[in-house]
Nanobody
Framework: DVQLQASGGGLVQAGGSLRLSCAASGFTFGDYAIGWFRQAPGKEREGVSCISISAGSTYYADSLTGRFTISSDNAKNTVYLQMNSLKPEDTAVYYC????????????????????WGQGTQVTVSS
């Protein structure tokens, strides 16, 4: 079975950092683009950052202004999102999602999600 296991959320003060992890299983990791998405109460889902596992190419939402970094560890079938200089407006439930054969831009910007989803992990940034 395909599984995406998201973890690493929590409560942090503004200016702090968190690292989210998305552990994948049940599919050929290198065939996919995997990304992070977030949804805050009353807001639409947003594609935060996505990565093509095979190509290593990445996509970031413009709003991030270089604060987040996505990476993958192919040996562990895991995608990470390093989040620095966190702001209260980053508060949301963060989800990881995967789409076969896609570019990061297609996954994050055009489709805003893939065919497989992990459970959400809450990120709360206090001011």
């Amino acid at each position: 079975d395909v599984q995406l296991q998201a973890s690493g959320g929590g409560l942090v003060q503004a200016g702090g950092s968190l690292r989210l992890s998305c552990a994948a299983s049940g599919f050929t990791f290198g065939d996919y683009a995997i990304g992070w998405f977030r949804q805050a109460p009353g807001k639409e889902r947003e594609g935060v950052s996505c990565i093509s596992i095979s190509a290593g190419s990445t996509y970031y939402a413009d709003s991030l202004t270089g604060r987040f970094t996505i990476s993958s560890d192919n040996a562990k079938n895991t995608v990470y999102l390093q989040m620095n200089s966190l702001k209260p407006e980053d508060t949301a439930v963060y989800y990881c999602s995967a789409l076969v054969g896609a570019s990061p831009e297609r996954l994050c910007h055009y489709r805003i999600g893939g065919d497989y989803w992990g459970q959400g992990t809450q990120v709360t940034v206090s001011s």
